[in-house]
């Protein structure tokens, strides 16, 4: 089984639309979880942090639920420029490196 | 100003040559790490370096053979290409070792490499 799971896609929404990606992991060791952001032929860059708690970064919001080893991504008001593939991450204590899904292709369209 | 840097940007080779990619960055971080993304666009760790020392070994072919001359350089040499290697190899880096837990890295622009 894989570390992390995502559904692939892609999902396409029209402008200012709501939505939300899923993501599972395997190994409830998991410590810490991230979403990065990987444009078209590009590397991927840290969209933001996990936290336990919940946490929200502007129209991003991030959510973990460690009984179910899931974790979600909200984007309120899409934008154009939301347009990627969104990975989640997962990391754990003494692994010493991340374990990527394959991501969640979006398309925003005008 | 470029954070993590990689060289070449592109590279296509024909199968059983030997090539390098070059990995630099000026973050000032210890632990630096090499990807493989495949056409499918799976992100895969290959080889992490903490202060020049190698952490992480994943199971790749002996073929790949990375050089850390000191802890902002981390290079990848690749010998007897195969069709199979084509592929876009990230560079990253981040300040932890990972062992904490952490985990943000610092990914640099990619190298496509094309094996023909």
């Known amino acids: 089984r894989k570390e992390v799971e995502q559904d692939p896609g892609p999902f396409n929404v029209p402008e200012g639309a709501t939505v939300a990606f899923n993501c599972t992991y395997s190994n409830s060791a998991s410590q810490s979880f991230f979403w990065y952001r990987q444009d078209c032929r590009k590397e991927p860059k840290l969209l933001m942090s996990v936290y336990s708690s919940g946490n929200e970064d502007g129209r991003f919001t991030a959510q973990l639920n460690r009984a179910s080893q899931y974790i979600s991504l909200l984007i309120r008001d899409s934008k154009l420029s939301d347009s990627a593939t969104y990975l989640c991450v997962v990391n754990r204590v003494g692994a010493n490196n991340l374990f990527f899904g394959t991501g969640t292709r979006l398309t925003v369209i005008p | 100003d470029t954070a993590v840097s990689q060289t070449p940007k592109y590279l296509v080779t024909q199968m059983g040559n030997d090539k390098s990619i070059k990995c630099e960055q000026n973050?000032?971080?210890?632990?630096m790490y090499w990807y493989k993304q495949d056409s499918k666009k799976f992100l895969k760790i290959m080889f992490s370096y903490n202060n020049k020392e190698l952490i992480i070994n994943e199971t790749v072919p002996n073929r790949f053979s990375p050089k850390s001359p000191d802890k902002a350089h981390l290079n990848l040499h690749i010998n007897s290409l195969e069709l199979g290697d084509s592929a876009v190899y990230f560079c990253a880096s981040s300040q932890d070792s990972g062992l904490a837990g952490e985990g943000k890295q610092f990914f640099g622009p990619g190298t496509r490499l094309t094996v023909l």
């Open positions: 973050l000032g971080h210890d632990t």
